[in-house]
Antibody, heavy 116, light 107 residues
Framework: EVQLLESGGGLVQPGGSLRLSCAAS????????MSWVRQAPGKGLEWVST????????NYADSVRGRFTISRDNSKNTLYLQMNSLRVEDTALYYC?????????WGQGTLVTVSS | DIEMTQSPSSLSASVGDRVTITCRAS??????LAWYQQKPGKVPKLLIY???TLQSGVPSRFSGSGSGTDFTLSISSLQPEDVATYYC?????????FGQGTKVELK
């Protein structure tokens, strides 16, 4: 059974940093691209970033490029999102999802709140 | 970047009604389009990929069509459990943009 479990969310002040993790199980992690998608309270879904399973190449939404870094540790079956220079508008539930195209599997999400 | 525009933003329909949601891309994306259902407080669920391929386990009352710039998600006979917000997403290339969502309610 595919499982994705996010962690690392919390309350942080504007300008601060957080690192999110997504522990994967039930599939061969290294062979899949992985993505982060976020959802601000009461708002729609926003794609954030994707990392390729093989090459490790990355893509970012314009709203986070230069501030967020996606990475992965295939030996630990874990996906990461390093978030720096956080802004109030980054407040959201952050989901990890398996894939580079349509997302069949999602985690339950971890909540990031940026507030002073 | 390609923009994805859904219409309507919300709709109200009766049980048994046929419901149609439209998603329009600002440039052609072939059939690289997915549809998701998100119920309140729940994780999004993949309904359709490649514009018209039904994800395993999804009821057959859901269907998708379209190619290029214009796509539709249809529910042939609305059921109470279909109350949710529906999103389209393009995935031909980055950024993998979602539409703004369509909220479906019961009349």
């Amino acid at each position: 059974e595919v499982q994705l479990l996010e962690s690392g969310g919390g309350l942080v002040q504007p300008g601060g940093s957080l690192r999110l993790s997504c522990a994967a199980s039930g599939f061969t992690f290294s062979t899949y691209s992985m993505s982060w998608v976020r959802q601000a309270p009461g708002k729609g879904l926003e794609w954030v970033s994707t990392i390729n399973g093989g090459s490790g190449s990355t893509n970012y939404a314009d709203s986070v490029r230069g501030r967020f870094t996606i990475s992965r540790d295939n030996s630990k079956n874990t996906l990461y999102l390093q978030m720096n220079s956080l802004r109030v508008e980054d407040t959201a539930l952050y989901y990890c999802a398996r894939g580079i195209s349509s997302y069949e599997y999602w985690g339950q999400g971890t909540l990031v709140t940026v507030s002073s | 970047d390609i923009e994805m525009t859904q219409s309507p933003s919300s709709l109200s329909a009766s049980v048994g009604d046929r419901v149609t949601i439209t998603c329009r891309a600002s440039q052609g994306i072939s059939n690289y389009l997915a549809w998701y259902q998100q119920k309140p407080g729940k994780v999004p669920k993949l309904l359709i990929y490649a514009a018209s391929t039904l994800q395993s386990g999804v009821p057959s009352r859901f269907s998708g069509s379209g190619s290029g710039t214009d796509f539709t998600l249809s529910i042939s006979s609305l059921q109470p459990e279909d109350v949710a917000t529906y999103y389209c997403q393009k995935y031909n290339s980055a950024p993998w943009t979602f539409g703004q969502g369509t909220k479906v309610e019961l009349k």
